[in-house]
């Protein structure tokens, strides 16, 4: 099974992309989505983050806006988090991926929003990175509710750079394009990697 990781900036138009990746048959695994479920009632996470972050748990599952509140207050609160969070989403992504595998799934899509960040890049066959003009990725997040220029700012601080991104990329979807454009390339995608022959060149003694 070839396993793509996906990722992209704010705004490039990510979730999108793996929605195309999932009508094109691939098992898409999606890290926010797990996150989600981890903060839930009966998630993983809820008991370990109460433990480090007492009062952030609100009937049995993690209030973001509280969390949210203590990370702004407390410098390491972060660095905290994502040790609680960073390993229960990794095991997630493992049981998903082997449950893919074991239902025979010859191509599996992980959406991380920080994937070059958290080193998920070396976990997986080749990695597609989500682009788009910068005029256009800002035109995008800025229409969204409640969002500000500074907060835009703020979020692409956290993220490794577009340009950065695309040149570590193994394949670029641009979907400042058009949705049209956008399919073609990852059907271009999807068929370059079932290639046995493109298997056979890229992963060299496999």
Do not use: C, N
């Not at 926010?32 to 972050?53: I, K, T």
């Not at 920080?114 to 003009?133: H, K, N, S």
């Amino acid at each position: 099974m070839i396993v793509l990781g996906l990722t992209g900036s704010i705004g490039m138009g990510k979730s999108t992309t793996a929605k195309m990746f999932a009508e094109e048959g691939a098992v898409v695994w999606d890290a926010d989505a797990a996150v989600h479920r981890l903060y839930g009632p009966g998630g993983a996470a809820v008991a370990p983050l109460e433990q480090g972050f007492p009062g952030v748990v609100v009937e049995g599952a993690v209030d973001r806006a509280r969390l949210a509140e203590v990370l702004g207050r407390d410098e390491t609160a972060f660095q905290r988090l994502e040790a609680i969070v960073h390993p229960l989403v990794a095991a997630d992504r493992a049981q998903a991926l082997k449950a893919a595998q074991a239902q025979g799934a010859r191509l599996a899509v992980v959406d991380i929003p920080l994937l070059f960040e958290t080193g998920g890049d070396a976990a997986v066959d080749a990695v597609v990175v989500v682009t788009a003009d910068p005029e256009v990725q800002a035109q995008r997040v800025l229409a969204r509710p409640g969002m500000t220029r500074e907060r835009f700012d703020a979020i692409l601080s956290r993220q490794t750079p577009d340009a950065e991104k695309r040149a570590r990329a193994d394949f670029l979807i641009d979907t400042g394009q058009g949705l049209e454009a956008a399919r073609d390339q990852v059907r271009d995608v999807v068929r370059t990697v079932l290639d046995p022959h493109w298997r056979a060149s890229a992963q060299p003694g496999e």
